[in-house]
């Protein structure tokens, strides 16, 4: 199998680590020596745990830093700070089964998300320590998460329960993205795409929420690079062989007066290949570019996450993007199969961060998707004269991108049976043709007027999905939104009677969300009536819990969920705020504690 992953990897920055702060009762003479053998266990078998499960965006495994001693005071834990530091260390756990000093040692650091494994055992009030320390962090305002297991176990017995394991993982996959935005990118293509809120870029945001920096370029440096070659030459040949091999042509839809001939479409292909490698090496540089004499053009931007304006400025003239962000959004191209870019149409900036949340968290590809149409089973009934049924009972929603979409998210990765998006080192190569083979190139639409190609599928049916989305609202700042679900299939002449209402170039995902019966999950009309944008990102698996997790840990409030009460886990410090009333108490704790970079 072919994986490539240089292109990912050449961000700059060492990947953060999950550092283990065993701590201990800091009193000699017998107490603190008859713990520390148990308490270096417990932080040896967390690390083992972690790194066994936990693995980068980019594939690679997850390293875990342990302290060289148990922490009994104030002097070990600047120790123990001062290695972190060396070691690029982004979270913390500590853990124990005894009673310590709470403010002699716990983690200080303002920015790193933090946990405290307080071991539920008899012999030694580790959930002592755990209370104690969990109420100087909420006194200093330093948040922490609590892991307490529910049964008590016997001391010496470190074995990790599966609750626990639970919230160790949604914890640290929280904290990793936390951790691993830190420092990088965001690069603008382009500036506002027909006047779309989500594009306007909001420094203060990105810096102060996300750890984030902002770059920018005019899409006349893909003219440029176009005009006078900057891009890989081998590559482009070998990437146009590639895609004539692979990208089946589907239907043109345009009238006969606005086709473009044969030799037009063949200069268009041309033209959106070279804007791929073009992206990509905006976003993360390209080493071949200096030794073709481009020095400054080799470096990139260090982005984590990009956006394309394209319409109108640039698709009245030159090709539309859509080929461009559907490739690098997916899990593979003419190199192999490597870590998806997160690259978001229309330079939506709010929706390519939560491509990247839902990335981080996931290690898979995102679909881009305009939130189009909520068709009621009775409109549906009206337009086709089919009655909706099964998971489809009451009603769907249209989520359709005006023109790309991640080719993952055809659905033709399978686990277990049932289709799904994968991390990129779980793909085969059989997947990949799957996808490729589900897929059609058709010439854009009139209104692109410089054509191009858009990227038409349809998701397969039975895919757990999250549908999520960050908005700015003025006197707020931002907000997350999201709905667990699933993607379901219509019958082909049902579909294709809707989707003609839309577009029949562009790729559908049938989306139903889980439904509560109250509130903002009543109905599905209510969860379409409700969504705060055009746009949404969507992930493979019912991620709401660890998207909760991460916006508290960058003290984003949620406006509007359907995750149960047991995956929902925040710092403690929210209780405080109103634990009979969680989504107020959500609100009131990410205003008090204000952004996470300050």
Known sequence: MNHSTTYCNRLQGSLPKIGIRPIVDGRRGGIRESLEDVTMDMAKRVAEFLTGNIRHSNGQPVECVIADTCIGGVAEAARTEEKFARENVGLSISVTPSWCYPTETMDTHPMRPKAIWGFNGTERPGAVYLAAVLGAHNQKGLPAFSIYGQDVQDIGDTDITPDVQAKMLQFAKAGLAVATMQGKSYLSMGAVSMGIAGCIVDETFFQRYLGIRNEYVDMTEFVKRMELGIYDHEEFERALVWVKANCRPGADVNPDHLKRSEAQKEKDWEAVVKMTLIA????????????????EEALGHNAIAAGFQGQRSWTDYFPTGDFMEAMLSSSFDWNGIREPFMLATENDTLNAVTMLFGHLLTNSAQIFADVRTYWSPDAVKRVTGYT?????????????????????????????GQPVMKPFWEITEQEVQDCLGATEWCPAVDYFRGGGFSSDFTTRAGMPVTIARVNLVAG????????????VELPDEVHDTLDQRSNPTWPTTWFVPKLTGEGLFKDVYTVMNNWGSNHASISCGHVGGDLITLASMLRIPVSMHNVPDDRVFRPSYWSAFGGLEPVGADYRACAALGPLYK
């Open 388 to 416: 909706l049924e099964g998971q489809a009972a009451g009603g769907v929603i249209h989520l359709i991108n005006s023109g790309p979409a991640a080719l993952d998210g055809t659905g033709r990765q399978t686990k277990d």
């Open 476 to 487: 707020v700042g931002p907000v997350l939104q999201l709905a667990e679900g699933y993607t």
């Open 280 to 295: 990509r090496d905006l976003m993360v540089g390209n080493p071949r570019l200096a030794e073709l004499g481009f020095g």
